[in-house]
């Protein structure tokens, strides 16, 4: 019995000191630990990971490849427009001498600006916000090279602050247009433009927001929020994913004389090539138009529950248009158009621009708490600016 434990003893002790030793092995040399993992049947150890672990994809250290790959595409924008300025009311005949001002003669300067557009075409077509190149007497565009070149305003939507614009060239290094995957909240996104001058200049932040209703901006304001650095000279830049491909043209910036820090916004891709192209195959972009102005129907607490529709109330309604023609006044609520609900006033302004004019639909909607019904003709929808 004696013996019997003092061989048991004798094992383990030679036992404990072999795993000590493979230990220290496994540490100095790794590749000899599993060396002898392999010899008794056990997996690596670069294999063994703790409990709960997951692979995190690695992360880019350098957005230098997507920046090579989209800068060649962005260009700056050089504009200049003749401004006529009323004259002063100069009373004093002296002072008019001396001042050199005509009683009654307009002054005219020259008035320049700054921007930046994104080549999307080989053959030259140019994608720029409206307010960049609006009135502008003479349009001149610095490539990615060095080149100066001039360009012709080929259309404007000021209702997406977009423009289209032409210069003459073959092959030039357009940014592809084919559609991804929408950016999503937290998305990197690469901001190229020309602030103040400085020609594709490169800023990088992250997709704050999609979808913003800025309606006091723009009528269709479906906008990407982003805080990349985006300033005066940016307009009509690209905004650029981690992989060098277009998500969106840069429009504006919350001032930070109300307190903003980091608000950029940006027109999305999809809205961005339909303006492109109708412009193209149109000279404008057509849209239908019920020539009332309208917003969400008042609720009352607990009437409505999340998500099911709210209809809209009118507000104005346009002498001779079609919803004149079709007896609508101011109040009325509709929650119908076209045989189907209406979720909100985006929903209907969506739904009414995507219709050519000519198109009838009928619509739905309450009077002083009783129902109606009817039709009506739309029209093409009038300019902001011609409103």
């Known amino acids: 019995m004696r013996r019997a434990l003092h061989n048991l003893a004798f094992l383990l002790r030679w036992t404990l000191f072999g795993l000590a030793a493979a230990f220290v092995v496994t540490l100095l040399r790794p590749e000899l630990g599993d060396r002898l993992r392999h010899a008794v049947g056990l997996p690596p150890s670069a294999a063994i990971e703790p409990p709960g672990a997951t692979a995190s994809p690695a992360q880019p250290t350098s957005y230098a490849e997507a ?27 002296t002072v008019q001498q001396f001042s050199g ?8 300067r020259l008035e320049r600006a700054l921007g930046s557009g994104v080549i999307v075409s080989p053959d030259g077509y140019v994608l720029t916000n409206e307010h960049v190149v609006r009135e502008a007497n003479e349009i001149q565009i610095v490539m990615w090279d060095g080149r100066v070149t001039r360009a012709v305003a080929v259309g404007t939507d000021p209702e997406t602050d977009l423009a289209v ?14 559609h991804t995957a929408g950016p999503e909240v937290g998305d990197v996104v690469l901001a190229i433009g020309n602030p103040f ?6 800023t990088q932040g992250i997709v704050s927001g999609v979808s913003r209703d800025r309606t006091d901006l723009l009528p269709f304001g479906q906008f990407i ?43 999305p891709l999809d809205i961005a090539q339909l303006v492109l192209t ?6 404008a972009v057509i ?25 809209i109330a009118l507000t104005t309604i346009y002498s001779g248009g079609p919803a ?64």
Do not use: C
Request: aromatic content about 4%; cysteine-free; charged content about 20%.
């Open 101 to 108: 001002i005509t009683l009654g003669q307009p002054r005219r």
């Open 67 to 93: 920046v090579r790959k989209a800068a060649p595409s962005v260009v700056s924008i050089y504009t200049a427009r003749i401004v006529t300025e009323q004259p002063l009311i100069v009373s004093n005949p």
């Open 197 to 202: 001058g400085l020609s594709h200049t490169v």
């Open 165 to 178: 614009l032409k210069i003459d060239g073959r092959e030039l290094p357009a940014m592809s247009l084919e």
């Open 287 to 311: 849209r239908g138009w019920i020539g009332a102005e309208y917003g969400d129907a008042p609720i009352l607490p607990g009437a409505l529950a999340v998500g099911q529709p709210r209809g």
């Open 278 to 283: 109708q412009i193209v195959e149109q000279g």
């Open 324 to 387: 004149d023609q079709a007896g609508l006044r101011p109040g009325d609520v509709l929650t119908r158009f076209d045989g189907s609900d209406i979720l909100d006033q985006n929903d209907l302004l969506e739904r009414e621009s995507a219709l050519n004019p000519g198109s009838v639909v009928a619509i739905e909607g309450f009077r002083s708490g009783l129902p109606f019904s009817g039709q009506l003709r739309l029209i093409q929808r009038p300019s902001a600016r011609r409103r």
């Open 225 to 267: 929020q982003t805080d990349a650095a985006i300033n005066e000279g940016n307009s009509g830049g690209a905004l650029i994913n981690a992989r060098g491909e277009l998500v969106g043209i840069n429009t504006t910036v919350l001032m930070r004389r109300v307190g903003a820090e980091g608000i950029g916004f940006a027109i």
